[in-house]
């Protein structure tokens, strides 16, 4: 088999978490520092070598081979791929699921649940990223996505056509309130209004909804991001994106959790991730206890790419 890997120069996401794998820039001047010639040579000379004649079927042996003996490096919370990169490591490692797809003759989705030991495969629901704030945004929302889910939808290409109509939909009703301008976009393709209320994009999203006929059919995820506007002083300041911050909307964690409750009781939300900050513990369990079994809540920042967390 012949592994081919193409590792390009991707946007760089913003809302990291601490814990991450640590990616490999070139630094510099050329793309602001976060060039990944230095991974791509890596990818070149030591990765795709060292992997020439072993078995792509194999993901879990190749991916602790890359991570543990390639690449060695580990920091206070485990393998970080420092040396070699995540960016390379992982890139390698989907082209190496890809192959082991091809050699097994089965498609790529199949050979991944296969690998997970999982006989029993549904099509994911897609969440739509609509609304963009927190880092994502040049808006004054803390929250950093508002999503939508078409739960409703009896197969993936109608998951898709009620996404569309819904965005769409969205378009048109944040144009009639706040103007054509209101509707560029953020750094994931959401719309960008200048609300800071996170109240008030929950409430278009909402209306867009019921808009596009697609009530009940169409629920709402968020990704808060939270760790973004955690303060040294213990709170979540919902006002951080401002340059004269007077500290007016500092809210402690159990503020933030009783807010995230109005909003479930509120609007038709299943799913909010990274509500909290990645090592409030305390906040997490909480809401977990209080909510999660009725509503999904979802760590990114909190779990990142780190089995030891």
Not at 28 to 48: E, F, M, Q, T
Request: hydrophobic share 40%; proline share 4%; with cysteine.
């Amino acid at each position: 088999w012949i592994l081919l890997v193409c590792l390009t120069y991707y946007y760089c996401k913003y809302a990291i978490g601490i814990y991450e794998a640590v990616e490999l820039r070139d630094g510099g001047s050329d793309y602001l520092g976060k060039g990944v010639s230095k991974a791509v040579r890596n990818v070149n000379s030591i990765i795709g070598p060292a992997l020439i004649g072993k078995d792509p079927t194999q993901q879990t042996a190749i991916d602790n081979f890359m991570v543990h003996q390639l690449d060695g490096t580990q920091n206070e919370w485990g393998w970080c791929k420092q040396k070699l990169g995540a960016n390379a490591i992982g890139s390698v490692s989907l082209a190496v699921c890809k192959a082991g797809a091809v050699v097994s003759g089965i498609p790529l989705y199949k050979h991944i649940a296969n690998l997970a030991g999982n006989p029993k495969v549904v099509l994911p629901v897609p969440a739509f990223n609509v609304i963009n704030g927190g880092s994502h945004a040049g808006n004054k929302l803390a929250m950093q996505e508002f999503m939508i889910l078409p739960i409703g939808a009896s197969s993936f290409k109608e998951a898709m056509k009620m996404g569309v109509e819904v965005y769409h939909t969205l378009k048109s009703v944040i144009k009639k309130k706040y103007g054509q301008d209101a509707t560029n976009v953020g750094d994931e393709g959401g719309f960008a209004p200048n609300i800071q209320e996170n109240k008030e994009g929950l409430e278009l999203l909402k209306t867009a909804i019921d808009k596009a006929g697609y009530t009940g059919k169409v629920v709402i995820g968020m990704d808060v991001a939270a760790s973004e506007f955690y303060t040294s002083d213990n709170t979540y300041d919902l006002n951080f994106k401002e340059e004269n911050n007077d500290g007016s909307l500092k809210i402690s964690g159990d503020a933030l959790k009783d807010l995230y409750k109005s909003f479930l009781a509120e609007y038709p939300i299943v799913s909010i991730e990274d509500p909290f900050d990645e090592d409030d513990w305390e906040h997490y369990a909480k809401i977990t206890r209080e909510v999660g079994e009725k509503y999904q809540i979802v760590g990114d920042d909190l779990l990142v790419t780190n089995p030891k967390v």
